[in-house]
Each structure stands twice: as structure tokens, then as C-alpha cells.
């Protein structure tokens, strides 16, 4: 082989190495970057999947609390007329006696399969300050599933001691 050609070859030979060589790199260079969307795409997932389970924690925590504080199968009519007795002895019980009272009906629901029901009860009172927060506090009872839903304090025209109280007490049932 002649010099010419020994030289030829040799730049033909680095020519080819150097293409090879950033053939290589691109090609390296690629699967690195499907790599890492992978392990991205992998790394979105786990934290999606935490989220998820810490609110399956959360939501587990609240569907016990509710599983253990169902109220017992009644009709609406009963329910209701125990939420009425039950506001009414309760006022009684601090020395004041409601002075009006109205039946809130059922609204129409097109849902027939709603697990719970609400029965509701608006119930207008006069007492002093400290009757009617003692009768709130003993009305509202979340674990008895039994909450206000309106609260509306007003001082009466003519007497400066009492206090003018309108509620709406909701008690949630299970209907049978």
C-alpha cells in the first residue's frame, strides 16, 4: 500500500469513527431522554397514587365516623314528630317554652336511593341570653346526626331581658 492510500484510509477510518461516534451519542442521547420521561411519568404516577390513598385515608376516616353514628331506621313522621317533642322539652327543661313552630316538609328529591333523609323543623322561642345559648348547645349534636341549620337572634321591641330566637333544627334519619 502506497503512502497515499495508508492516508486515505487512516481519514477514511476517523471519518467513519467519528460518525459512528456521534451516531452513537444521538442515539445515547435519545434513550436517555426516554428514560427520563419514563421515570418521570413514573414519578407523576406514584404521587398521584399517594394522593390518592391519603384521601382513601381521610374519606375511610369519615365513612367510619358516619358507619358509627347512623341514626336507626324510622319513618319521617315519627323523626320528625321526636325532633319536635325532643326541641320542645329541651326548651321547657331551661324554663322557656317555644311560641311558634312549623313543620318543614320533605322536599321533593327525584333520588329515590339517598341512603339518609332530612327531617327539618323551624321553631321560634323568647328567653333570656343564657337560656337560648344553653338550648343551642343542646340542640346542636352531631353525633346524634342532629345540627342547626338557621340561627336567627333578635332583641324583642318591648323587653330589653330577652332574646328573640327562630331556628331551623335538621335531625338526618334512615328511613325505612
Known amino acids: 500500500?502506497?503512502?497515499?492510500?495508508k492516508t486515505l484510509g487512516l481519514?477514511?477510518?476517523?471519518?467513519?469513527?467519528?460518525?459512528?461516534?456521534?451516531?452513537a451519542g444521538f442515539y445515547i442521547k435519545n434513550l436517555r431522554a426516554k428514560q427520563l420521561a419514563e421515570i418521570e411519568s413514573l414519578e407523576t404516577t406514584?404521587?398521584?397514587y399517594t394522593m390518592m390513598n391519603d384521601t382513601e385515608n381521610l374519606i375511610r376516616d369519615e365513612v367510619?365516623?358516619?358507619?358509627?353514628?347512623?341514626?336507626p331506621l324510622t319513618s319521617f313522621q315519627n323523626a320528625q314528630t321526636d325532633l319536635q317533642n325532643f326541641l320542645v322539652d329541651s326548651s321547657k327543661g331551661l324554663g322557656f317554652s317555644p311560641?311558634?313552630?312549623k313543620l318543614i316538609?320533605?322536599?321533593d328529591e327525584e333520588a329515590s336511593d339517598n341512603i339518609y333523609e332530612n327531617v327539618r323543623?323551624?321553631?321560634?322561642?323568647r328567653a333570656t341570653e343564657k337560656q337560648i345559648y344553653q338550648w343551642l348547645v343542646k340542640i346542636h349534636q352531631p353525633t346524634k346526626m342532629r345540627m342547626l341549620n338557621y340561627v336567627k337572634l333578635s332583641p324583642p321591641q318591648n323587653d330589653t331581658n330577652l332574646i328573640n330566637c327562630q331556628i331551623i333544627a335538621e335531625q338526618i334519619i334512615t328511613p325505612k
Open 64 to 71: 367510619d365516623w358516619v358507619d358509627n353514628h347512623t341514626p
Open 46 to 48: 406514584v404521587s398521584t
Open 121 to 125: 323543623i323551624q321553631i321560634s322561642a
Open 11 to 23: 481519514g477514511l477510518l476517523i471519518a467513519v469513527l467519528i460518525t459512528a461516534h456521534l451516531l
Open 105 to 107: 316538609s320533605p322536599q
Open 99 to 101: 311560641y311558634a313552630q
Open 1 to 5: 500500500m502506497t503512502k497515499r492510500e
